[in-house]
């Protein structure tokens, strides 16, 4: 069986897709969004062992050049990440389908679906098809958190055993989404319009930053072609920006207002949405 790197596993989520399920989060990311609220998911951890004599649980440890993470002990204080000088996380584990499924399996009956995020899930392509037809064989309910970059229209084998993907969509033009992310768009958009047509587009996520990108006209256009596309019922989450967990050196980013917030979603409703929800 394949191997991923596991960031972490909540047994029970009911903000991940439709009723409660259980996330599933992978480590790694080809967008480095400056709003990121999960900035340990971005970057791999190259064992240079800076983090060790930081770690007081003494979770992790050195053992044949390697950094290795004991998740027993692990209190989530966050003192590795904060010291690490590449900005990645060792409270990973290398698990495979099997292994996760037996994580998932712990949380039946009381769970309707699984869902995988990260980081950017579809880096690890090959776990998802195999962990994803072990859930459709538990008869779950299958959702991956995407960025969009991953071209799903060539890929039958993963959309066979995954029931939708909740899209990010960071901004809408490319200028807006480089500055943002680092990356272009184009994809993601691509992405939108065929996930659209082939009915697995459950949900579209925004994180709003006045002043980073144009938020207004990226929940405007996104609204715009949901309704072109017939998805006036796919869900809508417009999310307030938080300082919390993100990196320092954005933690003065703006955060937008309730009213704001509300202007955007009454925004998105005026095209016909009608499931919008601010969070």
């Known amino acids: 069986m394949t191997r991923a790197a596991v960031n972490k596993i909540i047994p029970f989520s009911a903000v991940d897709g439709p009723g409660n399920r259980t996330a599933v989060f992978l480590q790694g990311c080809n967008f480095d969004c400056k709003f ?12 240079c062992g800076v983090c060790v004599p ?10 044949e050049g390697k950094v290795t993470y004991n998740i027993t ?34 949380n039946m ?9 990260g980081g950017e899930c579809t880096l690890w392509r090959d776990f998802l098809v195999e962990l994803l037809t072990l859930a459709k064989g538990e008869g779950l309910h299958t959702l991956l958190d995407s960025n969009g970059t991953y071209d799903f229209s060539t890929d039958r084998p993963l959309m066979a055993v995954t029931d ?4 990010d969509v960071k901004a809408w033009t490319g200028e807006d989404h480089r500055r943002v992310t680092g990356a272009d768009n ?14 697995k587009l459950p949900e579209v996520r925004t994180v709003v930053v006045p002043g980073l990108f144009d938020c207004e006209q990226t929940v405007r256009e996104t609204s715009i072609l949901l309704r072109e596309l017939g998805c006036l019922d796919t869900r809508y989450k417009i999310i307030s920006y938080r300082p919390m967990g993100v990196r320092q050196e954005y ?23 009608t499931d919008v929800v601010i969070i």
């Open 251 to 273: 933690k003065s980013l703006e955060i937008p207002t309730p009213e704001f917030l509300t202007c955007l979603a009454h925004l998105a409703q005026s095209y016909g949405l």
């Open 164 to 167: 939708g993907i909740m899209l």
């Open 73 to 106: 002990k692990c209190v989530l204080c966050d003192e590795c990440f904060h010291h690490c000088p590449y900005g990645a996380s060792p409270r990973t584990r290398q698990m495979t389908a099997g292994e996760v499924m037996a994580e998932v399996r712990k």
């Open 186 to 199: 184009a994809m993601v958009l691509r992405n939108l319009r065929w996930l659209a047509g082939q009915g």
């Open 36 to 47: 990121c609220h999960n900035p340990e998911t971005i970057h791999t951890c190259i064992h």
């Open 109 to 117: 009956p009381f769970i309707r679906g699984v869902t995988v995020s």
């Open 54 to 63: 930081y770690c007081q649980p003494g979770a992790l440890t050195m053992a």
